[in-house]
């Protein structure tokens, strides 16, 4: 059987969380950053270990079946690769910023030179906008270009906003771009042994989203304790050993596990407990 070639990140904010996934989803990954390549055989994969700018292209050309990178890169290399899975991390958010009181809406980009290191993701979204502008490609801190007369707007990565107030401009206008990091395949193309991996790696993410609660509580109490804790697809109520009570075991989102145990005491459960998943199918 041949082995599924898959793309991941080699250095970057994307690269510990891919192997982490990969590595949470079964597969072996590497320990030395130097290696370029490694073979999973056992799980039928072969792991390449690139620049997350080229991964798309790679993909998009069938070179490799299956990568991860940044929905940002993804949509700036025109690449004939589509988005099949967000993987939840590397969240980023793309903005147009300017000396402040300079622009104020995306109609005022009109002849305006932009500078920005994601120039395909740009000029589409401008062009899906009727806006026409002069879009130039810099690497690295965009943000000087101002200062230095090269552009009069930059289109960037913006977190908290430091680093733009820092060099004295603010952002304006809507967001370009919510990015994260994102599971790709070749437009139209679906390789053997894709499936295996994204089921898995869908297991992971809801591992991760998801806690075990088991708690045990009064027989006349389950009908509102389940209506709580509904589980997947239901919970598991089984009778105790002690007459009256009853065991229960459903799987509930992480976040608000605690207060959701709160309302469950209130109930007269006992004995609550929390259990993180590592991975599971659903």
Same mark, same amino acid.
């Given at each position: 059987?041949?082995?599924?070639?898959?793309?991941?990140?080699?250095?970057?904010?994307?690269?510990?969380?891919?192997?982490?996934?990969?590595?949470?989803?079964?597969?072996?990954?590497?320990?030395?950053?130097?290696?370029?390549?490694?073979?999973?055989?056992?799980?039928?994969?072969?792991?390449?270990? +690139?620049?997350?700018?080229?991964?798309?292209?790679?993909?998009?050309?069938?070179? +490799?079946?299956?990568?991860?990178?940044?929905?940002?890169?993804?949509?700036?290399?025109?690449?004939?690769?589509?988005?099949?899975?967000?993987?939840?991390?590397?969240?980023?958010?793309?903005?147009?910023?300017?000396?402040?009181?300079?622009?104020?809406?995306?109609?005022?980009?009109?002849?305006?030179?932009?500078?920005?290191?994601?120039?395909?993701?740009?000029?589409?979204?401008?062009?899906?906008?009727?806006?026409?502008?002069?879009?130039?490609?810099?690497?690295?801190?965009?943000?000087?270009?101002?200062? +230095?007369?090269?552009?009069?707007?930059?289109?960037?990565?913006?977190?908290?906003?430091?680093?733009?107030?820092?060099?004295?401009?603010?952002?304006?206008?809507?967001?370009?771009?919510?990015?994260?990091?994102?599971?790709?395949?070749?437009?139209?193309?679906?390789?053997?042994?894709?499936?295996?991996?994204?089921?898995?790696?869908?297991?992971?993410?809801?591992?991760?989203?998801?806690?075990?609660?088991?708690?045990?509580?009064?027989?006349?109490?389950?009908?509102?304790?389940?209506? +709580?804790?509904?589980?997947?697809?239901?919970?598991?109520?089984?009778?105790?050993?002690?007459?009256?009570?009853?065991?229960?075991?459903?799987?509930?989102?992480?976040?608000?596990?605690?207060?959701?145990?709160?309302?469950?005491?209130?109930?007269?459960?006992?004995?609550?407990?929390?259990?993180?998943?590592?991975?599971?199918?659903?």
């Amino acid at each position: 059987m041949s082995l599924l070639r898959v793309a991941v990140p080699n250095k970057g904010s994307l690269s510990v969380s891919a192997s982490e996934i990969l590595k949470e989803s079964g597969y072996r990954q590497r320990e030395d950053s130097k290696q370029l390549t490694l073979t999973d055989a056992e799980n039928g994969v072969e792991f390449f270990y +690139l620049r997350p700018r080229d991964i798309a292209l790679y993909v998009g050309e069938g070179t +490799l079946d299956v990568g991860i990178t940044g929905r940002d890169l993804l949509r700036d290399s025109g690449a004939k690769a589509d988005e099949a899975l967000d993987l939840g991390f590397g969240r980023s958010r793309f903005r147009f910023a300017a000396r402040p009181g300079r622009y104020t809406e995306l109609s005022d980009l009109a002849g305006a030179r932009i500078a920005t290191s994601y120039t395909g993701v740009v000029r589409a979204f401008l062009e899906e906008r009727g806006i026409e502008a002069s879009v130039t490609r810099l690497d690295g801190a965009v943000e000087t270009s101002i200062q +230095l007369g090269v552009a009069d707007v930059i289109a960037d990565v913006v977190e908290t906003g430091s680093t733009l107030r820092q060099a004295g401009l603010e952002v304006f206008g809507e967001t370009i771009l919510e990015s994260s990091a994102v599971l790709i395949t070749r437009t139209g193309d679906v390789p053997e042994g894709f499936e295996s991996l994204k089921r898995r790696i869908e297991g992971v993410l809801v591992a991760r989203s998801y806690v075990m609660m088991d708690y045990d509580i009064p027989s006349d109490q389950v009908a509102d304790a389940v209506r +709580l804790t509904p589980g997947i697809e239901s919970p598991t109520v089984a009778p105790l050993h002690r007459e009256g009570w009853s065991a229960v075991r459903a799987m509930v989102p992480r976040a608000g596990a605690q207060r959701l145990m709160d309302q469950l005491w209130q109930l007269g459960a006992r004995g609550i407990l929390l259990t993180d998943i590592h991975a599971c199918r659903l």
